[in-house]
């Protein structure tokens, strides 16, 4: 009977999983994975700070997405269309959309290489298909019913946590580390730390949860949003919270684990600098041995697979939401043309970053620089939104919730700000 009890209440759990699972999933996406690699190579544990602190900043900016969705009904953009001027929303899907691109490009090219890493040929042959498949899967397959699929391939990051058993690790550093001594505050790290920020707290996950609980209520006749049954608040904000900290705490241990690998193999042995997916995937060595590579590519691809529909997703809803056009994953092509023109315009214009000339791995890292850049005005606005009475009724954020999420805006100011002092 305990047994019975013991399952129900997991099963339970499990459906309380949604929209934040999937976005804390699709943060671990080839940005976040170069980026980390990138920190533990150049610094060791001396940046193992940054991941710690970005979980409870990023668990409230997430909240406050969720919560702007579910209780309005509307997307994030559609809330800022109501009561900010259009030009300066206008302005912020613009930084989206062109961040987002970017990042769709980066994780393109960084799959391409990587698969072609894997077989020894047809790096741009490979980001031409992957871009084709993404497209085609947005199309024609609902996103949840084949991202619980790539889930599985995403799997392979735990790879990372198996190479921090196979290598000696001074914990006692590492453990000094995560709580901020020994920190690296160098003019260096300057850049890598706005990169982690923006990798980890990206702009394109507020738009796309907020847009994931809105569809998540159409896809249930009975239920409204919380501002016209209040009644149902209780019940909602315990999912959207369970969902969020899963989500969120899944992906920050991935991220830890990435770090402290790649700083007790690659820092280690002096390699202080990633400049291609071969120098990356060196840090599985300890595990892989010589299938490293073909490791390092299917966690590339899958993440990658998992990412690139949420980055152009959420400019869609984003661009979408603002013209009045029709929305969502699982209407068909022509049932949502602007939707899915805004999607497949994306995919085409960051295909241009693979036959840029800059390595695949480096545009994965300035494409997270980029995000911690503009999730500052992201952020304020959607700290505004969540305060808005008129919008969010007697739902608006918790003084908690709110003072954290501006915390959360301040800090990533401080950094983009650092990181411009040091450059200029």
């Given at each position: 009977m305990?047994g019975?009890?013991?399952r129900?209440r997991?099963?339970a759990l499990?459906k309380?999983l949604?929209?934040g699972?999937?976005?804390?999933a699709?943060?671990?996406?080839?940005?976040?994975?170069a980026?980390?690699?990138?920190?533990?190579a150049q610094s060791g544990?001396?940046?193992?700070?940054t991941?710690?602190?970005t979980?409870?900043?990023?668990?409230?900016?997430?909240?406050?997405?969720?919560?702007?969705?579910?209780i309005?009904?509307r997307g994030l953009a559609?809330n800022?269309?109501?009561?900010?001027?259009r030009?300066?929303?206008?302005?912020?899907?613009?930084?989206?959309?062109?961040?987002?691109t970017i990042?769709?490009g980066a994780d393109l090219?960084?799959m391409?290489e990587?698969a072609?890493?894997?077989v020894?040929f047809?790096?741009?042959?490979?980001?031409v298909?992957?871009?084709?498949?993404s497209?085609?899967?947005?199309l024609?397959v609902?996103y949840?019913?084949?991202?619980r699929?790539?889930m599985?391939?995403?799997l392979?990051?735990?790879?990372?946590?198996?190479?921090?058993f196979?290598?000696?690790?001074?914990?006692?550093a590492?453990?000094?580390?995560?709580?901020?001594?020994?920190?690296?505050?160098?003019?260096?790290?300057?850049?890598?730390?706005?990169a982690?920020?923006?990798t980890?707290i990206?702009p394109?996950?507020?738009?796309w949860?907020s847009?994931e609980?809105v569809e998540?209520?159409d896809?249930?006749?009975?239920?409204?949003?919380?501002k016209?049954d209040?009644a149902?608040?209780?019940?909602?904000?315990?999912?959207?919270?369970i969902d969020t900290?899963?989500g969120?705490?899944a992906?920050n241990f991935?991220?830890?684990a990435i770090?402290i690998?790649?700083?007790?193999?690659?820092?280690?042995a002096?390699?202080?600098?990633?400049?291609?997916?071969?120098d990356?995937?060196k840090?599985?060595e300890?595990?892989?041995?010589h299938f490293?590579f073909?490791?390092?590519?299917?966690g590339?691809?899958?993440?990658?697979l998992l990412?690139?529909?949420v980055?152009a997703g959420?400019?869609?809803?984003?661009?979408c939401?603002t013209?009045?056009?029709?929305i969502g994953?699982?209407?068909m092509?022509?049932e949502?043309?602007g939707?899915?023109?805004?999607i497949?315009?994306?995919?085409?214009?960051?295909?241009?970053?693979?036959?840029s000339?800059?390595?695949p791995?480096?545009?994965l890292?300035?494409?997270?620089?980029?995000?911690?850049?503009?999730?500052?005005?992201?952020?304020?606005?959607?700290?505004y939104?969540?305060?808005?009475?008129r919008?969010?009724?007697?739902?608006?954020?918790?003084?908690?919730l709110?003072?954290l999420?501006?915390?959360?805006?301040a800090v990533?100011?401080?950094a983009t700000?650092?990181m411009a002092a040091t450059?200029f």
């Amino acid at each position: 009977m305990a047994g019975l009890r013991l399952r129900f209440r997991s099963i339970a759990l499990l459906k309380q999983l949604g929209p934040g699972i999937i976005t804390g999933a699709a943060d671990d996406d080839p940005s976040g994975i170069a980026t980390y690699s990138q920190a533990g190579a150049q610094s060791g544990f001396g940046l193992l700070w940054t991941v710690v602190l970005t979980f409870p900043l990023m668990v409230a900016i997430q909240l406050v997405s969720a919560h702007i969705g579910r209780i309005t009904g509307r997307g994030l953009a559609a809330n800022m269309a109501k009561v900010m001027p259009r030009s300066l929303v206008t302005a912020l899907v613009f930084l989206l959309f062109a961040a987002n691109t970017i990042n769709v490009g980066a994780d393109l090219a960084a799959m391409g290489e990587a698969a072609g890493l894997a077989v020894g040929f047809g790096q741009h042959v490979f980001t031409v298909a992957f871009a084709l498949l993404s497209v085609l899967l947005q199309l024609f397959v609902p996103y949840k019913r084949y991202a619980r699929l790539l889930m599985v391939l995403t799997l392979s990051l735990l790879s990372y946590v198996a190479v921090m058993f196979l290598v000696h690790i001074d914990w006692g550093a590492a453990g000094l580390a995560m709580i901020g001594l020994h920190a690296d505050l160098s003019p260096q790290a300057a850049t890598t730390i706005v990169a982690v920020f923006g990798t980890t707290i990206s702009p394109y996950l507020f738009f796309w949860q907020s847009a994931e609980e809105v569809e998540e209520l159409d896809h249930h006749a009975g239920k409204k949003p919380l501002k016209d049954d209040p009644a149902e608040a209780p019940k909602a904000y315990r999912r959207m919270r369970i969902d969020t900290i899963a989500g969120m705490a899944a992906s920050n241990f991935v991220a830890l684990a990435i770090m402290i690998a790649t700083a007790a193999t690659l820092h280690a042995a002096g390699k202080t600098n990633i400049q291609t997916a071969a120098d990356a995937a060196k840090a599985l060595e300890p595990l892989a041995g010589h299938f490293a590579f073909l490791l390092f590519s299917s966690g590339i691809v899958g993440t990658g697979l998992l990412a690139v529909p949420v980055l152009a997703g959420s400019a869609a809803y984003a661009v979408c939401e603002t013209r009045g056009w029709r929305i969502g994953l699982d209407y068909m092509p022509w049932e949502a043309v602007g939707f899915y023109s805004v999607i497949g315009a994306a995919v085409a214009l960051g295909l241009g970053i693979d036959y840029s000339g800059l390595d695949p791995i480096k545009a994965l890292y300035w494409s997270a620089v980029i995000n911690g850049v503009i999730a500052v005005p992201m952020m304020a606005a959607m700290m505004y939104v969540s305060s808005h009475r008129r919008l969010m009724g007697e739902f608006t954020s918790a003084p908690a919730l709110r003072w954290l999420g501006w915390i959360s805006t301040a800090v990533m100011a401080a950094a983009t700000a650092a990181m411009a002092a040091t450059m200029f």
